[in-house]
């Protein structure tokens, strides 16, 4: 499906995201992360936090930039591979099939098969115990045109998210 820009603004609806990464390698992954929140309203601020033992959580060191992604309820399947599996074993975007494109504005990938991709560049960083939360500025929002209001602006209340 056709993607559409949305204005850039905080657009965080749930606590659990997909994130994509490219290392310095272009090695690409994805994983679901438990924290994602808005952080800024102005500029536009997402916070992710991944575990330092994870694989993305190195690719993301490397490249400071990351995509996070909403998925809708019936990509459970992939949504479940993704959250279990490591990248450190082979290359998950491959193994499902998912339609991956370069970022608009960041050097990471967007995952196209999913609603929503919102477009992020590192600013900070904070290690808050078991994760480490990674600030990112919001620089572009991708969505499904259905998602977008008159106003242009991101509008997820009737979506079936996971």
């Known amino acids: ?4 820009s949305a204005e850039i603004s ?9 994130v994509s990464c490219r290392g310095e390698d272009g090695s690409d992954n994805a994983l679901v992360v438990g924290y994602v929140s808005n952080c800024s309203f102005d500029p536009p601020m997402v ?19 990351f995509v996070v992604h909403f998925a809708r309820a019936d990509q ?18 491959k193994h499902l099939g998912l339609t991956v494109e370069d970022g608009a504005v960041v050097n990471a990938p967007v995952i196209t098969d999913f609603p929503v991709a919102v ?10 115990g078991s994760h480490e939360m990674f600030v990112g ?9 259905e998602f977008i209001n008159a106003e242009g602006r991101l509008d997820l209340s ?5």
């Open 137 to 145: 500025r919001i620089e572009h929002v991708h969505a499904d045109e």
């Open 10 to 18: 905080p657009c965080m609806p749930s606590a659990n995201a997909v």
């Open 158 to 162: 009737d979506a079936d998210l996971i």
């Open 119 to 128: 477009e992020c560049t590192v600013v900070d960083s904070i290690v808050t």
């Open 76 to 93: 459970k399947e992939a949504w479940d591979y993704l959250g279990s599996e490591s990248g450190r074993d082979g290359d998950k975007l």
């Open 1 to 4: 499906m056709a993607k559409k």
């Open 47 to 65: 916070m992710v936090g991944i575990v330092p033992s994870r694989y993305s959580h190195g690719l993301v060191r490397q490249n400071p930039c």
